[in-house]
């Protein structure tokens, strides 16, 4: 009796799919420096778990990343700001349709040199002042933007104009689609930036809040007061915290993939997806990043599943929303 069990579930096990069957092909990516580091642990996870997958990753920016996405080079396009209107629709003129995946939180830290012992937060319509474009070769010293300041010159640095941090930063700060004043030291690359500012007594800058962390006795982050009460908090400093639970506003951001959905025939693109999103969270605390809410993957799953295509983020209304909210209004 014993033995017939035992060969019966031998021959069940033996025609059942092997859950753990190794996928192979490629899978190729391209876009945001930010979202680099993310992707770059994603793709290691999944190759080790499927040895004879090939997982491509580019870090042209997020600007280049959508080219090479619109024009069907790519799977997946990793981006640090949502698609714009001009990149959605060369999209639709090569006939890609994109599902749209936030993958975790990032905060923009505004940081100062160590040695600033007047400046501890900042609002933003502070901030607005400095860095609108009509505050260029204008606002230049530190008491022209609070009175009580000293009256030294102020020194800024940012992110390079065709990067996504940028983007993001124009658009919570100045407004969608005014950019910024254009006579500051910008660079693509977030260690230039922060030598530059640990250098500069003078300095004021911004860039993601991981740099900051990696870098943080060389810097002084500064607390951001967005004048709206509802946060609890007149001054709020950007922390895995604060990022998560939406208080820290408006410089906290969504990071993306953008997945093209005819790639999502192909088993291999369809199982890095399903396994992106549900690493997404471990792993993007482990590089610096604050995974969302635990809902919000549920939220992306069912996104995924139905392979809802377009943008629930291009239209610049979300600033200052929580992912949850946004997720659960197109539900």
């Known amino acids: 009796m014993i033995t017939t069990l035992l060969l019966a579930l031998a021959v069940v ?45 580019g870090v042209s920016g997020t600007g280049g990343g959508f080219q090479r996405f619109c024009n069907g080079e790519l ?52 901030l607005t002042k400095l860095w609108e474009p009509a505050a260029q070769k204008t606002i230049t010293r530190w008491n022209q933007v609070r009175n009580g300041w000293p009256d030294k010159e102020i020194h800024l640095f940012g992110a390079g104009v065709d990067s996504g941090t940028y983007d993001y930063f124009a658009e919570a700060i100045a407004g969608k689609d005014k950019g910024t004043r254009g006579d ?10 922060v030598q530059g500012i640990a250098g500069d007594p003078v300095a004021l800058g911004f860039f993601g809040l991981a740099y900051y962390e990696e870098n943080r006795q060389r810097l002084k982050l500064l607390g951001i007061d967005d004048g709206n009460e509802a946060n609890g908090a007149d001054c709020v400093k950007p922390t895995q915290e604060t990022v998560e639970k939406g208080t820290y506003q408006p410089l906290s951001r969504p990071l993306f993939i953008y997945v093209k959905k005819s790639a999502t025939t192909r088993p291999v693109v369809d199982a890095f997806v399903r396994f992106y999103l549900e690493q997404a969270g471990a792993l993007a605390r482990e590089v610096g990043y604050i995974p ?38 197109e539900q």
Not at 38 to 57: C, L
Not at 184 to 193: I, M, P, R, T, Y
């Open 184 to 193: 500051f030291q910008a660079s693509e690359d977030d260690n230039v930036l």
């Open 292 to 329: 969302f809410p635990a809902d919000a993957y549920g939220l992306l799953q069912k996104r995924y599943d139905a392979r809802k295509t377009g943008t629930q983020f291009g239209d610049g209304s979300n600033v200052g929303m929580t992912i949850t909210d946004v997720l659960k209004r």
């Open 13 to 57: 096990a033996a025609c059942a799919p092997d859950a753990r069957t190794a996928y192979e092909g490629a899978v190729s990516l391209d876009g945001s420096s930010t979202v680099y580091p993310i992707s770059e642990a994603v793709g290691e996870e999944f190759q080790g778990a499927n040895p004879k997958a090939r997982v491509t990753i």
């Open 75 to 126: 799977d997946i396009a990793d981006a640090s700001r949502p698609i714009k209107k001009s990149e959605a629709d060369a999209c639709a003129k090569k006939g890609i349709e994109f599902i749209e995946l936030p993958v975790a939180y990032d905060g923009l830290a505004v940081v100062v040199h160590p040695g600033n012992d007047w400046a501890e937060c900042i609002t933003t319509a502070e």
